[in-house]
C-alpha cells in the first residue's frame, strides 16, 4: 500500500502576495524619499517590513515543495501485520529532506477532516475547535491554500496540515 503524491495547487496567490510586497516596497521607499517628506524614516521602515515580508513569503513558500507518501515501516506488530507511515520530505531544489514521518496507528481516523476556505466561518470555527491546545505543523505549498487536510495525532497532542488529495484523505481517514 504505498502512495505518494506531490502538492501542485496554484500558487498565483502566494505570487500576487509577494508581487504586492515589492511594488509596496518601491512606492514606500520613494514616497519616503521625497523631499519635505515629514518623518521619512517611516515610509522607509515601512519599505524594509514590505521587503521583508517578500522575501519570507518566497523563501518559505516559493523555493520549497513537499512530497506526501504512505510507506511501509519496518515494524510488524504482534499480529504480524506491516505497518505504515504518512512520511512528508521537503524539497529545494535538488534537497530533499524528511520534516515528519508518523505511524498511521497514531493518527486518529475518525477526525481527519478536510476544511475548505470557501466555508466559511463554518470552516474557521471547525478548525479552531480542532487545533485548540494543541501543537499544529503545516506542511503545504502556499499560505492561502483553497482547502487542506488536518490530521490530527492526539498521542503527540497535535494536529498535522497537509493539502488536500483524494486518495490520501480516503487512507488517512482508514477506507
Same mark, same amino acid.
Given at each position: 500500500?504505498?502512495?505518494?503524491? #506531490?502538492?501542485? @495547487?496554484? =500558487?498565483?496567490?502566494?505570487? %500576487?502576495? !509577494? ?70 520530505? #521537503?524539497?529545494? @531544489?535538488? =534537497?530533499?529532506?524528511?520534516? %515528519?514521518? !508518523? ?73
Amino acid at each position: 500500500m504505498m502512495y505518494s503524491f #506531490e502538492s501542485s @495547487g496554484s =500558487r498565483k496567490p502566494l505570487h %500576487a502576495m !509577494v508581487v504586492g510586497a515589492l511594488i509596496g516596497t518601491a512606492v514606500l521607499f520613494c514616497v519616503g524619499g521625497m523631499e519635505g517628506m515629514p518623518f521619512p524614516f517611516l515610509f522607509q521602515t515601512a519599505a524594509v517590513l514590505c521587503a521583508t515580508i517578500a522575501i519570507y513569503l518566497t523563501a518559505g513558500y516559493s523555493l520549497k515543495s513537499y512530497r506526501y507518501a504512505i510507506e511501509p515501516n519496518t515494524i510488524v506488530d504482534a499480529e504480524g501485520l506491516d505497518q505504515y507511515d504518512l512520511v512528508i520530505t #521537503e524539497i529545494r @531544489g535538488k =534537497r530533499m529532506k524528511v520534516v %515528519a514521518r !508518523v505511524g498511521l496507528r497514531s493518527v486518529d481516523h475518525d477526525a481527519v477532516v478536510v476544511i475548505r476556505r470557501s466555508d466559511g466561518e463554518a470552516a474557521k470555527d471547525a478548525r479552531n475547535l480542532l487545533c485548540k491546545g494543541k501543537q499544529v505543523f503545516r506542511y503545504e505549498n502556499t499560505p492561502l491554500s483553497p482547502a487542506s487536510c488536518y490530521i490530527p495525532i492526539p498521542e503527540e497532542n497535535s494536529v498535522i496540515v497537509i493539502p488536500v488529495d483524494d486518495r490520501m484523505v480516503e487512507i488517512l481517514k482508514g477506507k
